[in-house]
């Protein structure tokens, strides 16, 4: 008996060291293959364009980082070991630190080199970015604090989203950084975007919580589902919590960001609010979670009437955020 639960101990180790190795390894190579490319950039291009360039390649390696994650999480539900939640943990976390160094990058190539210089928010591909590195940073801080690994097998898959439309994006010749308009070159546009972008990253992980709820609910209601990996979801009452949390700090984010947006309207033109489409969107998101707080305080409403409505919000602001962009000739984020 002794023998044979040393040797199923000795197997576990080795095991999840050679996933550790393979990490390791993994790390080395695209390590390696970044500093190459940045090397090939450095003799083909300009400073401010081999910048450029060595930034989207961090961007796609650091991107291939967090698709991993997505799948070790989506794995998680079913291979329980540690091993696998710590290896998706980690590798969301050097994902998303290695999109911000990209990002930070291309802000200093552009305000070191180019004339007109400024942080990498002139295109919906800094944005997306930007967006899924807020993302990923907000949930892991919830899941360190909360415990809820589970929850990034939905939270990961938005992140995936992004990461495609960032490639469309790339191949689409369309995440070079552009000029910045006079007006759009000011403090307050630049904290306008950090803070809504902060609250849609909130929203985006109220909205992976609410599909975490429908499913948690629907077995509890005796539908058929993957009993196993649902029996690593928090009770429905924390998952309820964790989306008020959420959406809350996304509210207060989104409403300084709005507020951020009408100052520096003000600031531009002298006036407070023009009624223009980027700023109706804006209100209408605003609006949807505001809905949010008086049904679930003045109504008591909870589980599936707020889950539904995190999932609305969260529809409306993927339209305001990329449909504005996209297909309306608008710019918002």
């Given at each position: 008996?002794?023998?044979?639960?040393?040797?199923?101990?000795?197997?576990?180790?080795?095991?999840?060291?050679?996933?550790?190795?393979?990490?390791?390894?993994?790390?080395?190579?695209?390590?390696?293959?970044?500093?190459?490319?940045?090397?090939?950039?450095?003799?083909?291009?300009?400073?401010?364009?081999?910048?450029?360039?060595?930034?989207?390649?961090?961007?796609?390696?650091?991107?291939?980082?967090?698709?991993?994650?997505?799948?070790?999480?989506?794995?998680?539900?079913?291979?329980?070991?540690?091993?696998?939640?710590?290896?998706?943990?980690?590798?969301?976390?050097m994902g998303a630190m290695g999109?911000?160094?990209?990002?930070?990058?291309?802000?200093?190539?552009?305000?070191?080199?180019?004339?007109?210089?400024?942080?990498?928010?002139?295109?919906?591909?800094d944005v997306t970015a930007l967006?899924?590195?807020?993302?990923?940073?907000?949930?892991?801080?919830?899941?360190?604090?909360?415990?809820?690994?589970?929850?990034?097998?939905?939270?990961?898959?938005?992140?995936?989203?992004?990461?495609?439309?960032?490639?469309?994006?790339?191949?689409?010749?369309?995440?070079?950084?552009?000029?910045?308009?006079?007006?759009?070159?000011?403090?307050?546009?630049?904290?306008?975007?950090?803070?809504?972008?902060?609250?849609?990253?909130?929203?985006?992980?109220?909205?992976?919580?609410?599909?975490?709820?429908?499913?948690?609910?629907?077995?509890?209601?005796?539908?058929?589902?993957?009993?196993?990996?649902?029996?690593?979801?928090?009770?429905?009452?924390?998952?309820?919590?964790?989306?008020?949390?959420?959406?809350?700090?996304?509210?207060?984010?989104?409403?300084?960001?709005?507020?951020?947006?009408?100052?520096?309207?003000?600031?531009?033109?002298?006036?407070?609010?023009?009624?223009?489409?980027?700023?109706?969107?804006?209100?209408?998101?605003?609006?949807?979670?505001?809905?949010?707080?008086?049904?679930?305080?003045?109504?008591?409403?909870?589980?599936?009437?707020?889950?539904?409505?995190?999932?609305?919000?969260?529809?409306?602001?993927?339209?305001?955020?990329?449909?504005?962009?996209?297909?309306?000739?608008?710019?918002?984020?």
């Open positions: 008996m002794i023998k044979q639960k040393t040797r199923g101990r000795s197997g576990g180790f080795y095991s999840i060291s050679a996933i550790l190795y393979g990490v390791g390894f993994l790390s080395i190579a695209i390590a390696i293959a970044v500093a190459m490319k940045f090397l090939e950039a450095e003799k083909l291009h300009s400073s401010f364009a081999s910048s450029q360039l060595f930034s989207q390649h961090l961007i796609s390696f650091a991107n291939l980082l967090l698709i991993s994650s997505a799948v070790l999480y989506a794995c998680h539900l079913w291979i329980t070991a540690r091993a696998v939640g710590q290896l998706a943990s980690g590798m969301a976390t999109v911000t160094v990209a990002l930070l990058i291309r802000w200093l190539g552009t305000n070191s080199v180019h004339p007109t210089g400024h942080i990498p928010f002139s295109n919906l591909y967006f899924s590195a807020a993302t990923v940073v907000i949930y892991l801080a919830m899941e360190k604090v909360y415990r809820t690994r589970a929850a990034g097998a939905f939270v990961m898959p938005i992140v995936v989203a992004a990461i495609l439309l960032e490639s469309l994006l790339l191949s689409d010749d369309s995440a070079g950084p552009g000029h910045l308009a006079p007006a759009l070159k000011s403090y307050w546009v630049h904290a306008h975007i950090l803070s809504n972008i902060i609250g849609y990253g909130a929203f985006a992980i109220a909205a992976s919580l609410g599909i975490m709820y429908w499913f948690k609910e629907w077995k509890e209601r005796g539908f058929k589902t993957h009993s196993f990996a649902i029996r690593s979801f928090p009770d429905l009452e924390r998952i309820d919590r964790l989306m008020c949390e959420t959406i809350t700090l996304g509210f207060l984010a989104y409403t300084v960001g709005t507020i951020l947006g009408v100052g520096w309207s003000y600031d531009k033109s002298g006036e407070f609010w023009s009624w223009t489409r980027t700023e109706i969107s804006a209100l209408i998101v605003w609006s949807v979670y505001l809905a949010y707080f008086y049904g679930r305080y003045m109504y008591r409403w909870r589980g599936k009437w707020t889950a539904s409505l995190a999932l609305i919000g969260f529809g409306v602001s993927v339209f305001c955020f990329a449909g504005m962009n996209l297909f309306l000739n608008g710019r918002h984020a």
